[in-house]
């Protein structure tokens, strides 16, 4: 059975710092893109960061870009999402997820082959 677990997630106050880590199980998937959805309450689910299968290809949403930095271990079928300067926008939940097809750049929610079940990432004003 392919699992995704994400871990990490928590409340923490505004300029701080969170690392999500989200565990592949089932299957290897160090041929699959990696990444990050999040889902603030009343908003649609929106991508936030991915991470080809390489590591090679990397890709941020504008709202995240120069505070957050994904990451991945294909030796322990691991993703990872480095979340600095905290903003009580960044609250929500937030989803790991995975493709086969290697998109990066262009990644929608329709391309996602595995959810995860997610993680919830509170930040205070």
């Known amino acids: 059975q392919v699992q995704l677990v994400e871990s990490g997630g928590g409340l923490v106050q505004a300029g701080g710092s969170l690392r999500l880590s989200c565990a592949a199980s089932g299957r290897t998937f160090s041929r699959d893109a990696m990444g990050w959805f999040r889902q603030a309450p009343g908003k649609e689910r929106e991508y936030v960061a991915g991470?080809?299968?390489?590591?090679?290809?990397?890709y941020y949403a504008d709202s995240v870009k120069g505070r957050f930095t994904v990451s991945r271990d294909n030796a322990k079928n691991t993703v990872y999402l480095q979340m600095n300067s905290l903003k009580p926008e960044d609250t929500a939940v937030y989803y790991c997820?995975?493709?086969?097809?290697?998109?990066?750049?262009?990644?929608?929610?329709?391309?996602?082959?595995?959810w995860g079940q997610g993680t919830q990432v509170t930040v205070s004003s």
């Open positions: 991470i080809s299968w390489s590591g090679g290809t990397t």
């Open positions: 997820a995975s493709n086969r097809a290697n998109y990066v750049t262009t990644w929608t929610r329709a391309s996602v082959d595995y």
